[in-house]
């Protein structure tokens, strides 16, 4: 094996590819969202959003968004949160609209300091499912 015709074939093929690969799309979106928390105690908290998402500008839908947890203060700078988001996406084809239904169970560990987040690890689990709907 010649490594250096190996090298050559990388550099003759490298700008093709790059070239290959730019593509800039531009899509106008309107997303809205409401946001909350109430605060149960020192330890315990809820929060939750509600968004809707568009696509061309407000000509088609895009996503429904609903997301609720349970936040647990360990300390004054570490928070659990356990939660359920739904999301209702949709998809566009030649002859109707379809819905595709996801449901995420997800958990999260923040780390603030000074009231500014620090750290934030999210794990997300994702359910699907399709729906079809004519428009």
């Given at each position: 094996?010649?490594?250096?015709?190996?090298?050559?074939g990388?550099?003759?093929?490298?700008?093709?590819?790059?070239?290959?690969?730019?593509?800039?799309?531009?899509?106008?979106?309107?997303?809205?969202?409401?946001y909350?928390?109430?605060?149960?105690?020192?330890?315990?908290?809820?929060s939750?959003?509600?968004?809707?998402?568009?696509?061309?500008?407000?000509?088609?839908?895009?996503?429904?968004?609903?997301?609720?947890?349970?936040?647990?203060?360990?300390?004054?700078?570490?928070?659990?949160?356990?939660?359920f988001?739904?999301?209702?996406?949709?998809?566009?084809?030649?002859?109707?609209?379809?819905w595709?239904?996801?449901?995420?169970?997800?958990?999260?560990?923040?780390?603030?300091?000074?009231?500014?987040?620090?750290?934030?690890?999210?794990?997300?689990?994702q359910?699907?499912a399709?729906?079809?709907?004519?428009?």
């Amino acid at each position: 094996m010649n490594p250096q015709k190996y090298i050559a074939g990388a550099f003759l093929i490298l700008p093709f590819q790059v070239i290959s690969q730019h593509r800039i799309q531009h899509i106008n979106m309107f997303w809205a969202g409401y946001y909350h928390s109430t605060k149960l105690n020192e330890k315990w908290a809820l929060s939750g959003d509600a968004q809707i998402r568009t696509s061309q500008w407000t000509n088609k839908w895009s996503q429904f968004l609903f997301r609720y947890g349970a936040n647990y203060s360990l300390k004054n700078r570490v928070t659990l949160t356990v939660g359920f988001a739904y999301f209702k996406s949709a998809e566009y084809t030649i002859s109707a609209l379809q819905w595709k239904n996801e449901f995420r169970p997800w958990q999260e560990i923040a780390s603030t300091m000074d009231n500014q987040d620090v750290l934030r690890i999210n794990f997300v689990q994702q359910v699907n499912a399709f729906k079809k709907r004519k428009t």
